[in-house]
C-alpha cells in the first residue's frame, strides 16, 4: 500500500516558466517530508525539506508547499532551467520512526529550450 | 571524504546464487539503509539500520539479509537470487533526527537476475 503518491509521471516545462510537481500522501502521522532530485545513473541527491509545523519553505529557487488538511505538498522550482531535467522524488516519514523514508514514484521533469 | 560508495555498479547473476551489495560511508552516520528502485515504483526500503548491530526491516525485506558490524559498512546479502530481484539498489546514510534531516545515497548498483 503506497503511502505517498507522486500522481503526475511526467512533467514537461518551458525553461524560464515554473515547475509545480505534487505529491499527496494517506498516512496522517507523517510529519517530515524531503523532496530529491535524480539524475540517470546517479543516487538521489537531497533538493529541499519540510517539518508538518511549517506550510513554506524556500531555498533558492526552490519552494516546497504542505497543505495538512489535503495531505498534500507540491515543490515550486522557478525559473526552471535545462540542469532541473531530472526524476524528482518526493519522500515522507514520522520522527518516531526516523529511518522509514516513505517515497513516491516519481516525476520525470523534461524543461525544454 | 567519499560519501557513500557502493560496489559493484553492475552485476549479472544467474537464478539461485548468491551475492552481496557493499555499501560503505565515512561520514560517520549512524543510520543506513538500503532501498530498490524499479520502474513507477520509486524507491523502496528494504532494511536500514540505526546503528552498529540494529537492523529492522523496511517495505521489503524478503529475500534480502543485513547485518551491521560497523559504522562505516551496511552489506547487503541475496541468498539466492531471482529474477524478481532484478533493480537499482540504492544504499544511504542519514543522521539522527536532531541532526541535518537528509539522506546521502550512493550511486547505485545495476543488479541483473537471469
Known amino acids: 500500500d503506497q503511502q505517498v503518491k507522486q500522481n503526475s509521471p511526467s512533467l514537461s516545462v518551458q525553461e524560464g516558466r515554473i515547475s509545480i510537481l505534487n505529491c499527496d500522501y494517506t498516512n496522517s502521522m507523517f510529519d517530515y517530508f524531503l523532496w530529491y532530485k535524480k539524475y540517470p545513473a546517479e543516487g538521489p541527491t537531497f533538493l529541499i525539506s519540510?517539518?508538518?509545523?511549517?506550510d513554506k519553505n524556500e531555498d533558492g529557487r526552490f519552494t516546497v508547499f504542505l497543505n495538512k488538511s489535503a495531505k498534500h505538498l507540491s515543490l515550486h522550482i522557478v525559473p526552471s532551467q535545462p540542469g532541473d531535467s531530472a526524476v524528482y522524488f518526493c519522500?515522507?516519514?514520522?520522527?518516531?520512526?526516523?529511518?522509514?523514508?516513505?517515497f513516491g514514484a516519481g516525476t520525470q521533469v523534461v524543461v525544454t529550450p | 571524504n567519499a560519501g557513500v560508495t557502493q560496489t559493484p555498479k553492475f552485476q549479472v547473476l544467474k537464478t539461485g546464487q548468491s551475492m552481496t551489495l557493499q555499501c560503505a560511508q565515512d561520514?560517520?552516520?549512524?543510520?543506513m539503509s538500503w532501498y530498490r528502485q524499479d520502474p513507477g515504483m520509486g524507491l523502496r526500503l528494504i532494511h536500514y539500520s540505526v546503528g552498529a548491530g540494529i537492523t529492522d526491516q523496511g517495505e521489503v525485506p524478503n529475500g534480502y539479509n543485513v547485518s551491521r558490524s560497523t559504522t562505516e559498512d551496511f552489506p547487503l546479502r541475496l541468498l539466492s537470487a531471482a529474477p524478481s530481484q532484478t533493480s537499482v539498489y540504492f544504499c544511504a546514510s542519514f543522521s539522527p533526527p536532531q541532526g541535518e534531516k537528509t539522506q546521502y545515497f550512493g550511486p547505485g548498483t545495476r543488479l541483473l537476475v537471469l
Open positions: 519522500a515522507a516519514l514520522t520522527t518516531d520512526s526516523w529511518g522509514k523514508f516513505q
Open positions: 519540510i517539518s508538518s509545523i511549517k
Open positions: 561520514m560517520n552516520h549512524e543510520y
